[in-house]
């Protein structure tokens, strides 16, 4: 049986309910948790915004919408202050349409901290929609740039109030969750791993770009309710097999509450899913029951524009050279993509001018130039080079002119806009670009197979952080089939396969493999080099490889499943899912984790170099065994000094 748990608005649904649900983050969290008390001040990251806030130019702004949840107010933003060497100090000011609601002096010092007040904004809709605008007093020659502004690090939000505890499945989900917790038995069965599996997706993709984490907590069967309480703006969702279908709010320790996912094997994603896509019938009761629900795929079309992608009508005015930053995600263009062409439409002011460009780069290089006459607009399509691109590629699009005043406060003012109107084509990468993890989730798009090989809670848990974190990569929902091993080896579709001790896999050539204390490194082109380690090395990993046409993700070790927990908890802490390229993600036991980029460390040999595929596939080895070789230096040493120890303590006359 095939248990659908695709991320999708039905899905949402039952993220929903799931959120309102607000499982605690396991034994450790559910320690502090007393309900309603107050949370703790969150970073912007966990509520969907960048912890590091920039202010553009001498009188810049930012705009900041604060997620607020029931009973709760937005009390203060704390941050780092970092200042240009030009700028002596100045002011913050916190708006809310034309009212003023704080002025903070800016202080000058390195590192200074700066706290804004925000008592008295006004929340509508679940959230506080502010602007914060900076007035910076500068001396001497001065350029404002993007590399060396005034910003805020680190930002934090404190509130004040209590919490309200959810009384209708409606309310379980608060505007922001600092934890999600997965109650699952101690003899999970395959569709209630399937149903966690969907629900960590579909929270995190219910909350878009804030940070959630999510924990699965396994408990016998005949005791699944919560031990603990939730903590402030946490929560707890059981999900068993033997309650009935539907989706159910129950009392929890200390008057907090949890959600129950019931049904029977064929009707309990289905129930899940309900959660976010049929809100409204249920927002006034504390149980409610789903049938089917199920979303078919969407393939990506070949042109889209960049409203598509998310990104609106953009205008910035500068006393320099104004810039416009524009993302392409390809989880937005839904596949690995190549020959990305983006239309850029826009105006520029003041019109004419001698030396005025307009110029699009990828970081600091520069990929077109567009020219500037006296209409004062622009239509241009730009090529994104395909080494370029990767799964979010940021363009620049600037006016720069000549003759720039660098006194500060001297500055002629231009002005920069972008249209959303603008289209995006591309095509079809196969085999994807990036290569390997670089191109992850976006080669797994729009379905991929999910299977594991024993099946029990370490597995299903295991389930739940690869989809919450491959769900982290994609504001896109993603879709996913909970299979059979079997069916997902067979299957033309992507695929992820755990396999936690190495064991019960089909047969794929893995960028590196290990077969006792033999170690292989594959490049995509067929070579190979083999180093033989005793002892043996030992470590989890993640990685991407091609079957044929379609990509598998393949997370395993060689023979014990705490060496994949170890870097699965790597890879959760600091959100590092973001930062994952390469072919392979190794965590050799007790050492750092290692990157291997196959393809790139095995270039075409030329006639000058003298080094063949072999000799650069070796140097991949011998970073693999870097680690292993540290490690025993340091073991050798200890085991000399202890032997030395032990002859002086035994026999002190031999000395």
């Known amino acids: 049986m095939i248990f659908r748990v695709r991320v999708t608005p039905i899905v949402r649904a039952v993220t929903v309910c799931l959120l309102v649900l607000g499982l605690a983050a396991g034994p450790a969290a559910f320690v502090h948790a007393a309900p309603g008390d107050p949370p703790p001040p969150m970073s912007l990251e966990q509520i969907g915004s960048s912890p590091t806030i920039t202010f553009p130019g001498q009188q810049g702004e930012v705009s900041l919408s604060i997620p607020v949840p029931d009973n709760l107010n937005p009390d203060e933003l704390r941050g780092t202050v970092s200042l240009p060497s030009f700028v002596t100090g100045g002011t913050v000011d916190v708006m809310q349409g034309s009212r003023l609601i704080s002025r903070t002096p800016i202080p000058n010092a390195p590192n ?21 605008r900076a007035y910076l007093t500068v001396q001497g020659i001065c350029q404002f740039e993007p590399d060396n502004a005034f910003t805020l690090s680190g930002a934090v939000v404190s509130f004040t109030g209590r919490e309200s505890i959810p009384q209708t499945v409606a309310q379980f989900l608060p505007p922001i969750l600092r934890q999600l917790t997965l109650v699952i038995p101690d003899d999970v069965k395959q569709a209630e791993g399937a149903a966690a599996v969907d629900l960590a997706a579909a929270v995190v993709a219910h909350y878009g770009t804030a940070s959630v984490p999510v924990t699965t907590v396994a408990r016998p069967r005949s005791d699944l309710t919560p031990p603990t309480a939730p903590g402030p703006l946490e929560r707890q969702i059981v999900i068993d097999s033997s309650a009935p279908a539907g989706l159910s709010l ?39 029951v789903g049938g089917p629900l199920f979303d078919a795929p969407q393939l990506a079309p ?75 607009t622009f239509n241009s399509w730009v090529d994104l080079p395909d080494n370029a691109v990767t799964r979010f590629t940021q363009l620049t699009v600037t006016l720069e002119r000549g003759g720039v005043n660098e006194g500060c406060g001297n500055g002629s003012r231009s002005s920069l806009s972008l249209s959303s109107a603008g289209e995006i084509t591309s095509d079809v990468a196969d085999p994807p670009q990036p290569a390997g993890l670089g191109s992850v989730p976006e080669s797994l798009m729009p379905w991929a197979k999910l299977a594991w090989t024993k099946g029990d809670v370490g597995d299903v848990s295991r389930g739940v952080e690869i989809a919450a974190g491959l769900q982290r990569l994609s504001v896109v929902p993603l879709g996913l089939d909970v299979v059979s091993m079997a069916d997902a ?64 993700l393949v997370a395993t070790s060689t023979g014990d499943g705490s060496d994949l927990d170890d870097l699965l908890r790597w890879l959760d802490d600091d959100n590092r899912w973001t930062s994952i390229s390469g072919d392979a993600l190794i965590k050799v036991r007790d050492q750092d984790q290692v990157y291997v980029d196959a393809a790139a460390s095995t270039p075409r040999p030329s006639a000058s170099s003298g080094l063949g595929t072999g000799a650069t596939i070796g140097i991949i080895v011998g970073v693999l065994v870097a680690a292993v070789v540290v490690a025993g230096a340091v073991i050798l040493v200890l085991r000399r000094r202890r032997s030395a120890a032990g002859v002086a303590d035994s026999a002190p006359d031999e000395r």
């Not at 001018?353 to 970081?363: C, E, F, L, P, Q």
């Not at 033989?532 to 490889?545: H, I, K, V």
């Open 250 to 288: 129950r009392s929890g320790p200390q008057g907090s509450a949890y959600l129950v996912v019931g049904g029977p094997a064929d009707q309990l994603v289905a129930q899940a899913r309900m959660l976010t896509s049929n809100l409204a019938s249920i927002a006034a009761s504390s149980s409610a």
């Open 302 to 376: 070949d042109v889209q524009t960049l409203a598509d992608l998310g990104i609106g009508d953009q205008q910035v005015v500068s006393n320099t050279w104004p810039s416009i930053s524009v993302g392409i995600d390809q989880t937005r263009l839904g596949r690995p993509s190549k020959n990305i062409r983006i239309q850029l439409i826009g105006s520029y002011a003041p019109a004419g001018g001698d030396n005025a460009v307009i110029s699009v780069r990828i970081g600091r290089r520069v990929i077109a130039t567009l020219p500037t006459d006296s209409s004062g």
């Open 489 to 552: 080896a067979s299957s033309q579709q992507p695929a992820v396969l755990i396999s936690a001790d190495g064991r019960g896999l089909p047969d794929l050539t893995l960028p590196v493999s290990s077969s006792g204390g033999t170690v292989t490194v594959h490049a995509a082109s067929g070579s190979s080099a083999q180093i033989t380690l005793t002892p043996a090395l030992r470590y989890g990993s993640l990685q991407a490889t091609q079957s044929g046409d379609r990509t598998v």
């Open 112 to 132: 200074a901290q700066i706290v804004l007040p925000l008592a008295g904004v006004t929340v509508s809709a679940d959230a506080a929609d502010i602007t914060l």
